[in-house]
């Protein structure tokens, strides 16, 4: 069965670069598309990005201008780029399947990894 | 962006309840509409997609229904398990948005 594993720095500091990869088992990341979503301290849920490995990503207005999404098909992984980050990006990002197309409709997050906590402070 | 307004933000029941949680979208969109259940520390979990189809292995007691604006979620008889937070979610556009969750509490 498919299983994703968020790694990357717990500490990052003010005005530095978030950088986090996704790793996928049990599937190829050319097969579906797939998603960052973070989820600050106490507060809900936030889409960041989806991307398909052979297109150009689809990311939140809200972040697009500080973010870049890249796929590695060699090591079937999938990375997000945030830079100049502040205290409001600390969150728990999570990667996740994005189920599109069929019964799905246009698309549901199906597989989650356990989440990795990223702090930012000096 | 398509807000999402969930309710009520949060709910105290007893096992054996029937609860009913709301969703309702700032535009219509037809059946893109996606249910998760949180536990405390773990990751989302997909419960219904497509406003009413059941995730495979998601218990019936889950049920989904509605379309345009207006959306619900139901757990039919609630188990110890169910106390969690719940969340919807609009696929219909970008940016995709949740709604801000509803914590369902043992009472």
């Known amino acids: 069965q498919v299983q994703l594993q968020e790694s990357g720095p717990g500490l990052v500091k003010p005005s530095e670069t978030l950088s986090l990869t996704c790793t996928v088992s049990?599937?190829?990341?050319?097969?579906?598309?797939w998603s960052w979503i973070r989820q600050p301290p106490g507060k809900g849920l936030e889409w960041i990005a989806f991307f398909y490995y052979n297109g150009s990503p689809s990311s939140n207005p809200s972040l697009n201008s500080r973010l870049t999404i890249s796929g590695d098909t060699s090591k079937n992984q999938f990375s997000l780029r945030l830079n100049s980050v502040t205290a409001a990006d600390t969150a728990v990002y999570y990667c996740?399947?994005?189920?599109?197309?069929?019964?799905?409709?246009?698309?549901?997050?199906?597989?989650w990894g356990q989440g990795t906590t990223v702090t930012v402070s000096s | 962006d398509i807000q999402m307004t969930q309710s009520p933000s949060s709910l105290s029941a007893s096992v054996g309840d029937r609860i009913t949680i709301t969703c309702r979208t700032s535009q219509t969109i037809s059946s893109y509409l996606n249910w998760y259940q949180e536990k405390l520390g773990t990751a989302p979990k997909l419960l219904i997609y497509?406003?009413?189809s059941l995730q495979t292995g998601v218990p019936s007691r889950f049920s989904g229904s509605g379309s345009g604006t207006d959306f619900t979620l139901t757990i039919s008889s609630l188990q110890p398990d169910d106390f969690a937070s719940y969340y919807c979610q609009q696929s219909y556009s970008t940016p995709i948005t949740f709604g801000q969750g509803t914590r369902l509490e043992i009472k």
């Open positions: 049990g599937g190829s990341i050319s097969s579906f598309y």
């Open positions: 996740a399947r994005l189920q599109m197309g069929g019964s799905y409709g246009a698309g549901a997050f199906d597989i």
């Open positions: 497509a406003a009413s």
